[in-house]
């Protein structure tokens, strides 16, 4: 559907029967007041309160959203919506759509996101919980930022404007509080020109419980803020735990180590052993997350990504998988030939472990790498290969390829 206003302000709605006329009221009275073409569009998410009724009596336009959840109800409000831009928010009066003459003024210069700021606008006190003020929201924002370089100081405000047709562009898939996130992060990643401006928040006007919830819905955002980045969920503590096993597992191959009054030995090999083995699969899954979320349109395709893909090709990885093995197997040797020196009967653990240890460390090492490049490359078979259904089979269907069905 092509937009035919100019703005849609879309209020996603769950029993807000004491709040929703009072924030369509001052909505529609900011389009007068403006001069704006535009609606105010209430997705309801199944209301029990008569919330429907009230939304159609104030003058908003009502969609019924069966799917629950509050990204269900935006990602349906927003394909109804009939604006070039929407701006969404809260039906709950705590924030002011009678106010969003900066939200429009950065959609009209050419934002494709534009975020309200509530710690630069203004919290009246009661507004947000102390926890959700100065823990959940400043942690979100932190990770957001440091792992997408979304430049937003207020990730999770829930007043925030967008061109429709951007947003939609961007396959939105969640259908939780988390689709906020969602939002910000798929905007950031495919280079959406994202504003932010000051907005307030006041107490919400409502007498029961709050549908957030702060762990819970916290937790959400956060699972998927690592989930949407598998560089650091996997690829960075890989990377630091692979380096701690080499740099400590190196020097203790030839015996123990001396650190001041500190000596390392068999244990501490062992953990390096350990930390190599972790590492090398956590940078794996790296690889294969995101390798599976590009492939299914969760992440945006990156160069550089593809270019590292093309180095690590099944056959490379396989190469220095086997070499891998090898080296276990030499270092098996190793242990074995300790012990026969021994006639297999007691053994010196200080020599005879080191070598087990290493040979069980690229034993497992180079197993995994095996497995992972297949897997890697059992995700990536719909790239590259093509049904033999998509060729032609006969003379006929070579015909009909070229020059249509004429029958």
């Not at 559907?1 to 009072?22: I, Q, R």
Request: aromatic fraction near 8%; proline fraction near 5%.
């Amino acid at each position: 559907m092509e937009p035919t206003l100019e703005l849609t302000v879309l209020m996603p709605c769950l029993n807000e029967a004491e709040t929703l006329a009072g924030c369509i009221g001052r909505a529609k009275g900011f389009l007068a007041r403006t001069g704006i073409d535009g609606e105010v569009l209430v997705a309801d998410n199944g209301s029990t309160d008569g919330s429907q009724q009230i939304a159609l009596e104030a003058g908003a336009r009502l969609v019924d959203v069966d799917r629950r959840g509050y990204g269900a109800a935006l990602a349906s409000g927003i394909t109804a919506a009939r604006g070039r831009f929407v701006i969404m928010g809260d039906a709950d009066a705590s924030y002011d759509f009678g106010a969003l003459d900066a939200f429009v003024a950065a959609l009209r210069s050419g934002a494709g996101l534009v975020m309200g700021n509530r710690f630069k606008g203004g919290i009246a006190p009661g507004a947000m919980p102390w926890l959700n003020r100065y823990v959940g929201n400043p942690i979100l924002t932190f990770i957001g930022r440091l792992f997408f370089k979304a430049p937003i100081g207020d990730f999770h405000c829930g007043l925030r404007g967008f061109a429709r047709d951007a947003i939609r562009d961007l396959n939105l898939r969640t259908t939780g509080m988390e689709f906020a996130s969602e939002m910000v992060v798929k905007a950031t990643l495919a280079g959406l020109p994202i504003a932010e401006v000051p907005t307030t928040l006041s107490p919400d006007g409502r007498t029961r419980r709050p549908h957030l919830r702060p762990f819970r819905d916290g937790w959400r955002h956060l699972r998927f803020l690592l989930l949407f980045s598998p560089r650091w969920l996997f690829l960075y503590p890989g990377i630091a735990l692979l380096a701690v096993g080499l740099a400590v597992g190196i020097p203790l191959l030839t015996g123990p180590l001396h650190i001041g009054e500190v000596v390392l030995d068999l244990h501490a090999f062992l953990v390096a052993a350990m930390a190599i083995i972790v590492g090398v699969q956590s940078i794996a899954f790296a690889l294969i997350g995101r390798r599976f979320a590009t492939r299914y349109g969760f992440i945006p395709p990156s160069d550089s990504y593809h270019r590292l893909l093309e180095a690590l090709s099944l056959e490379r990885i396989l190469l220095v998988a086997v070499l891998l093995v090898l080296v276990g197997l030499v270092a098996l040797g190793w242990g074995l030939t300790e012990w026969a020196q021994r006639d297999f009967g007691a053994l010196d653990p200080g020599s005879t472990m080191r070598a087990l240890i290493l040979a069980m460390t690229t034993l497992v090492v180079g197993l995994q790498l095996m497995m992972s490049g297949f897997m890697s490359s059992m995700i990536n078979i719909p790239l590259y290969e093509q049904r033999v259904t998509d060729f032609p089979q006969s003379d006929d269907q070579i015909q009909r390829r070229r020059y249509g069905d004429k029958k």
